[in-house]
């Protein structure tokens, strides 16, 4: 019933023709199709009449004849590619259109090709096997759906070498459908890519209402908006659009004031060749100078590049399969009027010589350009000027024989002497063998994939107007491979100054973003609201963290102002100085302790321990810088900690030299055994300094100090967390503990006979420092702000310089100014006095 409706609505179509639709036939032993609309449209109307083919395109009579030369070196080539078999051929103008081409297909799927009848004399109840075991086209999307449902019904493989739908790869469908084109589905992601390269915010979509045209549209509108590309407009084309009547003038009236009024930074028009014509000749006209990006179906058209004015249109991106010279076929064109003719070449030939009056021109005077009253109709040129109109264009209708060629030599299990099977295969066999087909053809790699889709890529061309009076050049400017990013190999002669950019801010300043006014995508600039903030180029605005606050110009966020204890802070300076003050001392006792080492006064301060001493307290001033400027972490674990281990330090070498002291003038011989014992300085200053070590190491391996930022009012104050109060406690606990200690041993020396005062003198400094840290406590705790490390530092300087100006100090007065008394009989007569005042026997040695 299908059938039968299929016929009898396609024999009223061309019962109303009023000539008929071109045809070129050649016997074979095995028949290939082909489908070309070399006519692009029919004047197909509402109104009930004939119809006529109209627009006679050069570049698809050339695809033709592309067919016909690859077949006719199959033929003749040699060695034989199938030898003993005869390729042949059966070609139809479909004039771009589904009726016309379903009748062109159903004569194909007929058992036996007479190029004098239009239709088959009966229809059979079933299909028989069709002589034509594949056929070859069509152009269109559109046109290509149609035929490849009627195909399907005999399993007839048809290659299609531009039909780009993505439709067409479901195999469901069109299970006998493949091509020599990519799939739409990867064109509208290379456009995509484009236009993120170029950094383009805003375009414009242009489709048709046919197959090609739908398909591309819908996917690049989700793409965009993946992207976050703003779409300004989409309009589809009515499918009558091509054709040359006044609702056509409506419509195009309607786009170019769409177009003239839009922000796109670029025009996409994914559309057949026959809409492209009119778009961009009204471009022309109306000197639209925009950015249009070109689908396959017209972005190497020549017809096009050429037309008057090209540059009033702006520039033109394009896609296109990636395509290669067809080799031989120049010099084929150049001479198939010559020998022998088919259809097609006679009806060029005919036309030429009723239409053209160039007939008596020399060779030199013709004319091989086609002028703008030609394009639109059969142009009038010259058979010697289509060469000059062979492109890479017909690479792919001579890539589709190829594979079927491939494919009837493995079918066939051909060599260059003979074919083992002979050709009576059926359709689907052969179809099988090309979906299976893996070969290399003029360096390239190719095969189908399980949609049928072949293994190409696309080349971008751009169409160079700098360099041509009239007229553009169509060049290669980069690739793009499925699944791969785009790649522009050059792109420096493509910014065209003259071209406008449409958009309503093309860049925001700092502080200012893009927001949508009256149009969609006509962006405005507003400025951030306050705590909000944009670097430019029309970013949006973003909320400034709760520590930070937008700057006047909202082009920043900044951070709350930092507190903390300058360098230049006065407080800052007097520490400073006290603290190089305490070292250059420190050094300089050290120098003096060194040079009066041997004598008593050194000895009375522990002799060798005083130099460990004096370290400790080089640490301790040292330490004084790390309070002050702006924290760092290795500043907060370096602070307190280590004046903890160094201050241990000290205090146990004096611990350790008031032990020998209470030793040395210990005359009870209950006590003096056990007090011999203690009297081990090493040992003691290790012992006692190492408890503090061990503590302090702890703190800093599991609770360290840390950088802290505490937001304080309208500043965040920078300051030392101490980590663990627990562990800062323990340490000033212990150093007041072990300063404790020393105390009551000094009180206690005091009773003892000291010409050097050191007992008193360390009692001073040992109650100093008890004092000191319990204010430091007491401050510490309650002050917030930034003097509070300075407090620390100050109490680590008074720490210090209670020992070295209490203990150390007096007895450098006395190496410098009082050396009367530093030496060994001066001591010794002064401990007789001291005993013999007492009442004591002293037994001089």
Same mark, same amino acid.
């Given at each position: 019933m299908f059938l039968l409706l299929l016929f009898a609505s396609v024999m009223n179509v061309f019962q109303s023709f009023s000539e008929e639709t071109l045809h070129a036939y050649y016997p074979g032993d095995i028949i290939i199709g082909g489908l070309f609309p070399v006519h692009l449209m029919t004047d197909r109307s509402t109104t009930p009449g004939p119809l006529n083919c109209l627009n006679y395109d050069v570049a698809i009579f050339l695809q033709t004849q592309a067919m016909i030369s690859a077949i006719t070196d199959i033929n003749?080539?040699?060695?034989?590619?199938?030898?003993?078999?005869?390729?042949?051929?059966?070609?139809?103008?479909?004039?771009g259109d589904v009726n016309v081409a379903i009748m062109a297909t159903l004569r194909l799927l007929t058992n036996q090709s007479d190029p004098n009848s239009c239709?088959?004399?009966?229809?059979?109840?079933?299909?028989?096997?069709?002589?034509?075991?594949?056929?070859?086209?069509?152009?269109?999307?559109e046109v290509s759906v149609a035929v490849a449902r009627v195909v399907a019904l005999s399993s007839l493989p048809q290659i299609s070498y531009a039909s780009t739908s993505k439709l067409?790869?479901?195999?469901?469908?069109?299970?006998?459908?493949?091509?020599?084109?990519?799939?739409?589905?990867?064109?509208?992601?290379?456009?995509?890519?484009?236009?993120v390269l170029f950094k383009w915010k805003t375009v414009a979509i242009v489709g048709s209402d046919d197959e090609y045209g739908m398909y591309g549209s819908d996917s690049l509108q989700q793409l965009f908006r993946d992207m976050g590309i703003c779409i300004d407009f989409v309009t589809i084309l009515s499918g009558d659009f091509s054709q040359n009547n006044s609702q056509t003038s409506i419509h195009l009236n309607e786009l170019v004031e769409e177009i003239s009024q839009s922000f796109a930074e670029a025009i996409i028009l994914f559309s057949k060749d026959a809409n492209a014509d009119i778009i961009i000749e009204a471009a022309i006209k109306y000197n639209l100078n925009r950015t249009w990006i070109a689908s396959d179906s017209w972005a190497t058209s020549l017809k096009l590049a050429e037309m008057p004015g090209i540059k009033l249109a702006g520039q033109v991106f394009g896609f296109t399969s990636k395509m290669s010279e067809v080799p031989g076929f120049k010099e084929h064109v150049t001479s198939m009027f010559n020998g022998n003719s088919n259809t097609f070449l006679q009806n060029y030939l005919d036309y030429y010589k009723r239409n053209c009056s160039d007939t008596s021109e020399k060779k030199t005077d013709i004319n091989c350009t086609i002028t703008k009253s030609q394009h639109g109709s059969r142009?009038?040129?010259?058979?010697?000027?289509?060469?000059?109109?062979?492109?890479?264009?017909?690479?792919?209708?001579?890539?589709?024989?190829?594979?079927?060629?491939?494919?009837?030599?493995?079918?066939?299990?051909?060599?260059?002497?003979?074919?083992?099977?002979?050709?009576?295969?059926?359709?689907?066999?052969?179809?099988?063998?090309?979906q299976k087909v893996n070969f290399t053809v003029k360096d390239t790699h190719f095969f189908f994939d399980k949609n049928g889709d072949p293994s190409t890529g696309y080349d971008i061309v751009y169409w160079n107007m700098t360099g041509s009076k009239q007229g553009a050049q169509i060049i290669t400017i980069g690739e793009y491979w499925p699944n791969r990013h785009i790649n522009i190999s050059t792109c420096d002669f493509v910014r065209d100054e003259n071209v406008t950019i449409y958009n309503c801010s093309k860049t925001c300043p700092p502080g200012q973003e893009f927001k949508s006014q009256v149009k969609k995508c006509c962006l405005l600039c507003v400025p951030c609201a306050d705590g909000e903030f944009s670097p430019g180029n029309g970013q949006n605005c973003k909320t400034c963290g709760p520590k930070k606050y937008s700057s006047d110009q909202r082009d920043m966020c900044v951070n709350n102002t930092s507190e903390f204890l300058q360098w230049q802070d006065p407080f800052s300076? @007097? =520490?400073? *100085?006290?603290?190089?003050?305490?070292? %250059? &001392?420190?050094? !300089?006792?050290? @120098? =003096?302790? *060194?040079?009066?080492?041997?004598?008593? %006064? &050194?000895?009375? !301060?522990?002799?060798? =321990?005083?130099?460990?001493?004096?370290?400790?307290?080089?640490?301790?001033?040292?330490?004084?810088?790390?309070?002050?400027?702006?924290?760092?972490?290795?500043?907060?674990?370096?602070?307190?900690?280590?004046?903890?281990?160094?201050?241990?330090?000290?205090?146990?070498?004096?611990l350790a030299n008031l032990l020998q002291i209470l030793v040395g003038f210990s005359?009870?011989?209950?006590?003096?055994?056990?007090?011999?014992?203690?009297?081990?300085?090493?040992?003691?200053?290790?012992?006692?300094?190492?408890?503090?070590?061990?503590?302090?190491?702890?703190?800093?391996?599991?609770?360290?100090?840390?950088?802290?930022?505490?937001?304080?009012?309208?500043?965040?104050?920078?300051?030392?967390?101490?980590?663990?109060?627990?562990?800062?406690?323990?340490?000033i606990s212990y150093n007041a503990f072990l300063a404790?200690?020393?105390?009551?041993?000094?009180?206690?020396?005091?009773?003892?006979?000291?010409?050097?005062?050191?007992?008193?003198?360390?009692?001073?400094?040992?109650?100093?420092?008890?004092?000191?840290?319990?204010?430091?406590?007491?401050?510490?705790?309650?002050l917030v702000g930034k003097y509070k490390p300075a407090i620390e530092s100050a109490a680590v300087l008074i720490s210090s310089y209670s020992i070295l100006v209490c203990h150390l100090a007096p007895k450098c007065y006395i190496m410098i100014f009082k050396k009367e008394i530093n030496n060994e009989k001066t001591i010794a007569e002064y401990i007789r006095k001291h005993y013999e005042q007492k009442g004591m026997a002293v037994v001089s040695s």
């Open positions: 003749q080539r040699t060695p034989r590619l199938l030898p003993n078999l005869t390729l042949g051929y059966d070609i139809y103008d479909t004039c239709l088959p004399g009966a229809l059979p109840s079933t299909l028989p096997e069709p002589k034509t075991k594949a056929v070859i086209g069509e152009r269109y999307s067409l790869s479901n195999k469901l469908k069109f299970p006998t459908f493949l091509r020599t084109i990519s799939s739409d589905e990867y064109q509208t992601k290379a456009i995509t890519e484009l236009v142009p009038c040129l010259h058979p010697s000027c289509l060469v000059n109109y062979t492109d890479q264009d017909q690479y792919n209708t001579y890539l589709a024989v190829q594979v079927i060629v491939e494919a009837l030599r493995h079918l066939l299990k051909c060599d260059n002497q003979r074919c083992e099977r002979s050709p009576d295969f059926t359709a689907s066999e052969l179809l099988m063998e090309i300076i @007097i =520490l400073t *100085s006290l603290g190089v003050l305490g070292i %250059i &001392v420190t050094i !300089v006792f050290a @120098i =003096l302790f *060194s040079i009066y080492r041997s004598t008593p %006064i &050194v000895k009375a !301060v522990g002799g060798y =321990l005083c130099f460990l001493e004096l370290f400790s307290l080089l640490i301790c001033f040292c330490l004084t810088f790390s309070f002050l400027g702006k924290p760092t972490r290795p500043s907060c674990m370096a602070g307190l900690p280590v004046f903890g281990m160094a201050f241990s330090l000290c205090i146990s070498c004096i005359f009870d011989l209950k006590r003096t055994s056990w007090i011999k014992k203690l009297n081990q300085p090493v040992a003691v200053v290790i012992i006692v300094s190492g408890i503090q070590l061990a503590l302090c190491v702890l703190w800093l391996y599991h609770y360290p100090p840390y950088l802290q930022n505490e937001t304080l009012s309208h500043f965040i104050l920078v300051e030392c967390n101490k980590g663990s109060n627990a562990f800062f406690i323990a340490m404790l200690i020393c105390f009551l041993f000094a009180f206690k020396g005091k009773q003892l006979p000291d010409l050097y005062k050191n007992a008193s003198q360390i009692t001073i400094s040992m109650v100093l420092f008890l004092i000191i840290w319990i204010l430091f406590i007491q401050i510490y705790i309650n």
